[in-house]
């Protein structure tokens, strides 16, 4: 029994070190993330009691997934276990301006986009959750992760718990066309929309004067309680500056700005989502809940792997004006 | 235009350093190899023009394999490019005592799978070929895999070529029985075996009172010009005794017999192939063959990865009983 | 609520690379390891709910120790943090014949050194467990570990626990004779002991004509339920042979004998007390549990860092008598 | 055959990993490279059938630049072996500001600053060849060198290939005086150079009120039927502004400028000569061949060692403007 | 006999590699480093014969610190060796912004921590030397370290030496109020003061308006031959601006400014001391002293390891606008 | 003043990691190393003051040598230093069963066969030295370093010294006929000889039946004090059987044998000759002198690089009969 429940693919990870290319390597890097995974373990990591539920293979590479969502705290209690599946992988190559980083992925068929409707028993999963999140990745996996998805959501929001969607557009996985299709019935179950002005617009067309407009937008054709926005710039391939904005009960809430040097940013977003569960789960209002997933996530841009192991001490201290010097 | 063509698949191998489990690695090493790539880089290395022809996806991962081919002499202008399917993959642990190595396939879905008749040009390919080599993976990867030997072998043998082929018997891949079925009609027009005592029990059903009567049985069942069939003792996962017999022209000539230190054994038996065609591509007897085909794949087993790197003065150097000493 | 617990520190274990000496490592390998971890590990791999107690430092050290128990699925609820000890720490050079692997401790003044009395809730912890597990090194490693050991032995035995204790003798922490005063009162309450031929002597001065007088004389002395004694005959310090024997309802108990080839031995003991452990609780008979410890341990040998994470399956796999090649 | 053939030495690179100083490495990478071959590379690349003519010794290092160039496409053929020579050796430390990256050379009686006149088959090499391409470095290596430059100038410009000229002083391996006698009259052969403004100003005391002065006046003095000079602006060791002009018909042609942050800048210019010379074989106009040669040229920048790893399609899609982001 | 005789305490230093965090590291970068050791280093790379006094256990990582100062040319012939006591080890974790660089620092109970006052025989120690140097962690470490200081300094200045300090304020080891107790008397025999605003804010109480006014203030309040300010800008983790202030003789010198980009800045301030005491040993003058020791410290920055591997020359030629190009 | 002074050359050494051949290496790992350096490194570290006298180059990779040999305690004060020349190199690959390990040699040109008679002042380097030593590679460097063995020999000599050499016949250097020529007139002036059997009869001609035999010509013939023969038997690549017989006084002494399990040995028998000169310069007798000198180089072979890092008390245990078990 979870207080939070994700529902998402991960995948094993492997980038080669030292800015190589792919073709170029002769060892790799692996961890294990995916983004529904991410934001469990940032809020385990936080202190809460997470729960994520996937589809692994019964292999190493499925064990060793679970083993590294459970080495930050995470319940993997609710994993699905696969005979004979695989997992899915993805290859990252870390860029240095102007070559972006970028990512080759090989996760067709695996164990999780051949999860199927009753598999997961999501009442027992949700009993006790106060709060349920997903994202835009999960449904593109396949037609049956999709259906699964929809299950999970209807669960969630008729057990009471406030819903979560990522909006997380793929363009290798589906067309912007049958993204929406899929989601917009979705959305309509959902509390809470984290997003980016360019995922939300390729998604569901929305536009709008300034990332505020988008979001009035967005809570007024889906009655949202809370829409967050991320905003990323890329003043290079090393250094960004990343900063959200939430639109809630009528009000705009931004975020701080950082500029951030990179490591490494997969999972920045998901570390923001996070970070604003976690504080909006202890109570707090809005702007500092806000504030804090800005703080945390830009942490995040500076640790390898997509996992965030900054402490919810070193957010706190990050926007109290910690500066930048060793700590001695 | 190549002396010799082989034809099969390629994988990126991933391998844990250290004797680490998958479960517990941070990084892999990558290399790349497969049965009939590893035959035509020993040969190349040996000093012959050897062509791969192969099937891989337009991918970073299709390009490293292709490279680290070309890298080490092999003609790779005949291999087809797919601009979709994926590159399989296998992760290999090292062993120890009594932990065998032990090997992940995550091969479904490559690229030479969904290979079709017709998709290479083997007329064109084989022009001026004196020897084709494939083995018993490449029929098991699929139905069109198998169509695809099928043509192959056909082609090679009209062209007038010496058809060489290793058993090469992947129970993960197919059924002993749908083993026999493909290959027994290849095998009618194969005039070297490559193989072992255990693989040639399994998928033809031949045993015999010794070696020697087994490649009688098989010699005068199929008429093969030449069987040979590698003999692997495992005195530990660390050290192995290992030989190879060639029963050809109504005679038996065995190899010499070697303790191996083993830093890896994967590809031993195609250097095993590789230096045997070595030799009787240049004019040697019998026992000059399979000698050399033992002494240089016994020194295979010294270097990491599937390729051999050791040289011809190599092998024959250790033939002439140089010792372990270093050299100065 | 465990079904299993196991009480004892863990330490950040350094070793160099490559067979280096520490005084020229430029790098060291971190893991974390001890002796009540690495049971309590093993038989969360075996499939068991098993709790680990100690005192860690609420710092990257200890989160770190916790973590690595927690990825292979110990429960570390019950882990008391204290905000300023240290994580003890030792340094682990791997040797060749005719230089022996050797530890350089670092472990004085630990978080776990300075638990007291009362500071665990031993009957909440024992609530429900049908066994608990500590070794000779917890009460040595200083007054107030004895004491809270003293304090657990007797909460685990009131508790109706059967209660295992490894005797583990390290010269280096005390003397044979605090020892032995120590712990005689502690095995009175103790109903099955790992041991050493060699410990038993120095701690207990028990000897024996034979391994399996010495088990007797301990059941005698102590009326211990079963005892398990581990053999190891060092070869060379890269190869050994390892066996058990277990002495248990006035019958002995060989355990098979293996050849192991050592990548690390660090943990072998207690990888056997697990597999033992791990039958009994599931019902199987004495020949069946020591068979099962000592295969299982065997394995250990060949895989870096304490934990051992070969699997069930494995063990039973080299009992079949599983061979040594590469499994395809 | 080859459309374009290259001459030049290449050397073994050691580097120290971390922008550890050599004094303090304890391991240094490998790889091999060197400005002549890096042209090969970068033209097989982007589809070419480039050969490369060098002199290597027959042993391990030899070999592995000779694999190492194979690898990525070139054609080795012509290269000629000694049975006796050595390797050139360079070591590159990577510094950062205010330290720059510095090159310990060990390139003394190297395999091909033994190269004789006459070694090379320069009429059967050059035959069916487009277009030749040499550089201020190999003429600086030796007096014999110096002598098969000169031979394979004319060669190439009496078979009718564009000759194509980097100037690439080196002031450790000659005087500029040296260099002015030596290279003016390989000049009046060449068709097309590639320079600095800082290398035109030592070798050929040219300089001139801006860059394209500069270019008109080597035009005007040689008769160059283009001329190329790459600009870089060091804001910091690990980040430059980078760009080219191109001089051709009487009109001057500047290519885009991009801030570059620099992994590895050794063979950059290498590559905006090859970028530049793969547009003009392809028929491009003189704005696009500059265009290509410099954003080809700037993701060589980001990439580890001296052979550019991009593609064309890369160059291209950041020719059009592609982002920062990572693509999925 | 040594021109120069530092003392004080060096840590084994352990860093995660690739910017991560301890908790997910699984190997860790070791050096060994500590304020007066790296001004002894880098005064015996500047060509002086620099002495370090320290107390070190005679264990393996004892001989490795004592070894590491040898390396690079420090008279280690004073050190005092203990049977039994333990190293100080500190864990540095490299940052990015907004996450600074941090240390865990585990120094309790180390061999230094237990020296006492008779151990060294200063005046033997002393015989020779012109400039003794020490700083204000060594006093912080125990009471009997701090006596062993008062000692060491009042014989320094009985010998006639030069005696330098560096304020180096450590808050995890003491508060300000005891720093201040402590060290005002040391300072009474002090020449030259090495500090930051900020540490002489904390320590001393003393403020000013600007930087010059605060080195006015401490010579008057001290009569300090000469006081060295250094100055620090954090414009991000991997960038800073770096310079330094000196006031002697009734003058302000202001060395040069650079922009650093960081590989390592432990250790930066020891060498901008060392640079300066080089150039005043030397007989230069106060501006050449200051310009070289930013100089020396500028570079710094750039070199893994507290030590500093940059040479005069090299100190020398970006003092003379050395630009960041490589050299070849 | 040092006790003890060698004379010969250094090299770099670099060696692909985990028995990769150097053609596929992409990493090298580096150490320093040479004969008469290993020699000196080992006397330092069992607590003698020992000297060691070359010729380096003053660049990076020279001071790298210089401060590997210093990191250890030996006295490079004696060290010539040229402005221009370059370090030798060599490459080592690690072998297994079959392959013996093997070396690349790029030592010609070498600052120290650039030595001139006259440039060290033997005399003053001698003054107070109670041993030299040097071996049989130096005088085969070139015709001035032949000359400098050979005045440093007469200087060593006159001054009263134990004058030692070892044979090291390296064939890549020079004939078996020139190493008798330049060595025989050395050799009169020697009085403690180390050799093999097999550069006896290669370089001296003498042959025996046994070693015995051979030591007691080799008396016969030059005078020598004592002879020590090693003895090697390559049981594999990875084990060896290892000894050596002492010859002095009219007796023969024959120390212990061990099985040693190889992690790298080049250095072993510099280490022998070290232990022995190490208990003759403390006084003992004939027999425990060898047994030291083979306990303490068996441990050599267990150990990375040309250094032995063992301990005086290390060889002492062993020679104590202490076993392959971890201390704890």
Partial sequence: MSTIVTFGEAMIRLSPPGF???EQAT???MTAGGAELNVAVALARLGHDA????????NPLGRLCRNRARELGVNTSHVVWSPSDRMGVYFLE?????????VLYDRAASAISRISVGEVDWPAVLDGARWFHTSGITPALSGSASAVTAEAVSAAAASGCTVSYDLNYRARLWTEQRAREVQVPLLEKVNVLFTTEE????????????YQQVAEKLVERFGFEAVIITLREDLSVWKNRWS?????????YAGPTY???????VGAGDSCSAGYMHKVLSGAGPQESVDFGVAYSALKHTIPGDFNLATAEEAERLLSGGGLRIAR
């Fill in 20 to 22: 190589r290319r792919l």
């Fill in 259 to 265: 500029e951030v040097e990179i490591v490494d940013r």
């Fill in 51 to 58: 729960a994520w539920v996937s589809r692994l293979p019964d």
């Fill in 199 to 210: 995922d939300t617009k390729r998604v569901l067309g929305i536009t709008g004067d300034g």
């Fill in 27 to 29: 060892s790799l890097d």
């Fill in 244 to 252: 959200a904005l939430l639109y809630t009960g009528g009000r705009h």
């Fill in 94 to 102: 870390f860029g240095a301006a102007p070559r972006a980083s970028s």
